[in-house]
């Protein structure tokens, strides 16, 4: 079965994270599927990619750097250093109006009202 138009791929270890994507796609973009991915090769097809990045996560920066319209990295303050210009990054921890406004952003869709 392929992916829809608005798949997301969550890279994420993080329940809480996982709960809050679930939580805005229902609200705002109910035809959405949301995908938990592990953070390997190969990837899920997906319009866009969410990572909760961690040291030594370093296929989220090689991904985000060949394709970074498509790739969200979450990076603690702590880690930003290692982060790469170009690449869309999200201070943790991520909020509810923040990853909303990003994914409105990334999936270029009006939210359903």
Same mark, same amino acid.
């Given at each position: 079965?392929?992916?829809? /138009?608005?798949?997301? !791929?969550?890279?994420?270890?993080?329940?809480?994270? %996982?709960?809050?994507? *679930?939580?805005?796609?229902?609200?705002? %973009?109910? &035809?959405?599927?949301?995908?938990? &991915?592990? /953070?390997?090769?190969?990837?899920?097809? &997906?319009? $866009? %990619?969410?990572?909760? %990045? *961690?040291?030594?996560?370093?296929?989220?920066? =090689? $991904?985000?750097?060949?394709?970074?319209?498509?790739?969200?990295?979450?990076?603690?303050?702590?880690?930003?250093?290692?982060? *790469? !210009?170009?690449?869309?990054?999200?201070? =943790?921890?991520?909020?509810?109006?923040?990853?909303?406004?990003?994914? !409105?952003?990334?999936?270029?869709?009006?939210? &359903?009202?």
């Amino acid at each position: 079965m392929g992916c829809s /138009a608005t798949d997301i !791929a969550l890279i994420a270890e993080d329940r809480r994270l %996982y709960d809050l994507c *679930r939580e805005i796609l229902g609200e705002q %973009y109910p &035809a959405s599927h949301l995908v938990v &991915a592990e /953070a390997r090769p190969p990837l899920p097809q &997906a319009r $866009m %990619y969410i990572w909760d %990045y *961690r040291p030594g996560l370093e296929i989220a920066w =090689k $991904m985000a750097a060949e394709d970074p319209r498509s790739h969200l990295v979450l990076v603690d303050r702590a880690d930003l250093a290692t982060s *790469r !210009a170009g690449t869309l990054v999200v201070l =943790k921890p991520v909020t509810k109006a923040v990853l909303s406004a990003w994914l !409105a952003q990334a999936l270029g869709d009006e939210p &359903a009202t």
